[in-house]
């Protein structure tokens, strides 16, 4: 008679969430430094200057923009592209490995602009950009104007994103710092930090680190994180050191033995998170975090909002105006909630706004 394997545990969508905020450091406020808690959570979302200021207010104790700043300044962090194509903050060793790991997807993306790259020799397009950003940083429009002079008859943004998937272009600073501005200028990861790129680590390697800040997960959560596909194999060569759950569709999941797995009926704090928040983009399924009825709410055409979320979930989006912070629920909020939302608000500015004169306002979502 031939025995049934039994059934993987489940795990239920607020077990699930309790184990992600647990990872995410944000069930409660971390003892890390700014570096270590970058490198846990495998870079931040950086398409804009601040996003990463406020995930680290969200996440961290004691933490203040001047850390962040300090360690933009003295290029132990850098702002790359990575994962799905967009900007993250990275640590130095990270930019030099995660950015080999994903190249695969940065050649696949190269073909979607292969029709205004008829003629030019790839190759050559990556020595010429390489040696014109090492002489000095370069924004898009100068790279675009001297790789077009090049190749005159190729189409010139074509050029200019081929070159950026091509070679590792960090963000030179002062872009990136807290209360400074400055225009996007590029060099290479290797030129920057003074240092070879080092060969991209084992796909094993970055699974258990993104179980580590993303799990418990399925391979098609942690290919959605990535942009890179056929992982698994990866997953199947660990699976013998990795426990195995299922989610209530079914999906099996996988996790490290030791990670945390608190008990759902943990208590979560409220959090402000910014727009692009990872939290909110590596998962297939997003329920985990993301009711079903808000799927799809924090963006408006290509804008991203800014999120909060209450009790762990998603519960709405907020503004930081002229003289306010206006939080806007997607649903009724009761006066506890409202009242924990409004002391977190009011600790995050006062962490990262300290002395500028905002309310804390609710209000009525609008365009999402």
């Not at 290029?75 to 640590?91: D, E, K, N, P, Q």
């Not at 002079?149 to 963000?171: M, T």
């Not at 402000?272 to 799809?296: C, F, I, K, M, Q």
Request: proline share 8%; charged share 25%; hydrophobic share 45%.
């Amino acid at each position: 008679m031939t025995k049934t394997a039994p059934a993987a545990p489940l795990l239920t969508t607020r077990a699930l969430n309790r184990a992600t905020l647990a990872r995410q450091l944000l069930l409660r406020p971390a003892r890390r430094t700014a570096a270590d808690a970058v490198g846990h959570l495998l870079g931040l979302q950086a398409q804009n200057v601040k996003p990463p200021y406020y995930a680290l207010a969200a996440r961290l104790e004691g933490f203040g923009p001047e850390e962040l700043s300090g360690l933009m300044a003295d290029r132990a962090v850098v702002r790359i592209v990575t994962m799905r194509s967009t900007i993250h903050t990275h640590t130095a060793d990270d930019a030099l490995t995660l950015r080999p790991l994903v190249q695969p997807a940065r050649d696949r993306e190269i073909n979607v602009f292969r029709k205004g790259l008829v003629g030019v020799d790839l190759e050559r397009l990556a020595r010429l950009a390489r040696e014109l950003v090492e002489a000095e940083p370069r924004t898009m429009g100068q790279l675009r104007d001297a790789l077009g002079a090049e190749w005159p008859d190729a189409d010139p943004r074509s050029l200019a994103v081929a070159a950026r998937c091509a070679l590792p272009l960090v963000q030179v600073t002062p872009r990136g710092v807290w209360g400074r501005s400055g225009q996007v200028a590029l060099t290479t990861a290797e030129h920057w930090l003074g240092r070879p790129a080092e060969p991209a680590p084992a796909p094993e390697d970055v699974v258990r680190r993104y179980l580590a800040a993303f799990g418990p997960a399925s391979v098609k959560d942690m290919q959605t994180w990535s942009g890179l596909t056929r992982l698994r194999p990866a997953f199947e060569r660990l699976r013998p050191e990795l426990l195995t759950f299922r989610d209530a569709h079914g999906t099996e999941l996988l996790d490290l033995p030791d990670a945390p797995r608190p008990d759902p009926d943990t208590g979560a704090p409220a959090r402000l998170l910014p727009e692009y928040d990872n939290l909110l983009l590596s998962h297939a399924d997003r329920t985990r975090v993301v009711p079903a009825e808000y799927r799809g709410r924090t963006w408006q055409g290509n804008v991203a909002h800014a999120t909060f979320l209450v009790d762990g979930f998603l519960a709405g989006v907020w503004r930081l105006r002229d003289d306010a912070l206006v939080i806007e629920p997607f649903g009724r909020l009761t006066a506890v909630q409202r009242a924990e939302v409004t002391a977190e608000a009011e600790r995050m500015l006062g962490v990262l706004h300290p002395g500028e004169p905002y309310d804390v306002r609710f209000g009525t979502v609008v365009g999402v």
